[in-house]
């Protein structure tokens, strides 16, 4: 039998008896793993001290490509995690961030052949090839944020390239560099990934060609907070891109 307890708290608590021993498992919320989430992430930022007058969850979205119905799943992971957080009291937001720094790579199917001549630069730096948007980047955007809004997702929407140009990110950029040993080390445990413990985990872009991927980070000066780089060659799908020196 399983008899259930409403506690103080609001946690619905389910009870079985009658076996070799009784069972308790409390319901957080209505009960999905996007609430254990949300209790998770509010029990720790208690214990961390911080405020949780709003919290924040992120999803990022690519900027380089056509996007399909897999690119809906972080976002909607999630805004479900928002809801679940605001369904135990809290203020919640989730940010919506598209990443228009990564440089094209190749060229989608199904796009002008003319975009050969940019690739690897940052696509947010790249023309629109059918004229409605600023950039390449905000066309691609576009189509992932309006079946967003007409899906009822809510979110508040950051370009990397204006993040990154505003400044907002120097200080974490310069503890990164600083720390470079430290994180190609933990970048090379998590995914097994073994570049950045090679050269910087950066990823300037060429002061003379433009392009993203063909500038390696090689050396970073902490006073100046300046990064030294070596625009060199890089096979990235069995393509050849010569890097400008």
């Known amino acids: 039998m399983v008899t259930a307890i409403l506690l103080d708290c609001g946690v619905l608590l ?3 008896r009658g076996g070799p021993r009784s069972l308790s498992r409390p319901i957080i919320g209505r009960g999905t793993w996007l609430d254990r989430v949300a209790h998770r992430l509010i029990e720790r930022e208690k214990r961390l001290g911080r405020s949780l007058d709003l919290l924040l969850t992120e999803s990022g ?9 897999g690119n809906l799943s972080d976002p909607a992971r999630a805004y479900g995690v928002t809801l679940a957080i605001r369904g135990l009291g809290y203020n919640s937001e989730m940010i919506l961030f598209a990443d228009d720094m990564d440089g094209l790579r190749s060229v989608p199917q199904g796009l002008p052949k003319e975009l050969e001549e940019y690739l690897l630069k ?7 090839p059918y004229g409605c948007h600023t950039s390449y980047a905000d066309h691609m955007v576009s189509m992932m944020t309006e079946p967003l809004d007409r899906i009822g997702i809510e979110y508040k929407l950051y370009n990397a390239h204006e993040v990154y140009g ?9 503890e990164i560099l600083s720390n470079s040993e430290r994180v190609g080390e933990a970048i090379k ?49 069995k393509r050849l891109h010569r890097g400008c020196g």
């Open 14 to 16: 389910l009870v079985e």
């Open 61 to 69: 979205i690519a900027a380089s490509g056509i996007p399909h119905i």
């Open 122 to 128: 940052p696509v947010s730096r790249i023309p629109d």
């Open 166 to 174: 505003s400044g907002r990110l120097a200080g974490i950029a310069a």
């Open 189 to 237: 445990t998590l995914v097994g990934q073994e570049k950045f413990t090679e050269q910087l985990p950066y990823y300037p872009v060429c002061d003379s060609c433009s392009r993203i991927y063909t500038a390696k980070a090689v050396e970073y000066d902490r006073e100046k907070r300046r990064v030294r780089y070596v625009c060199s060659d890089i096979e990235i799908k």
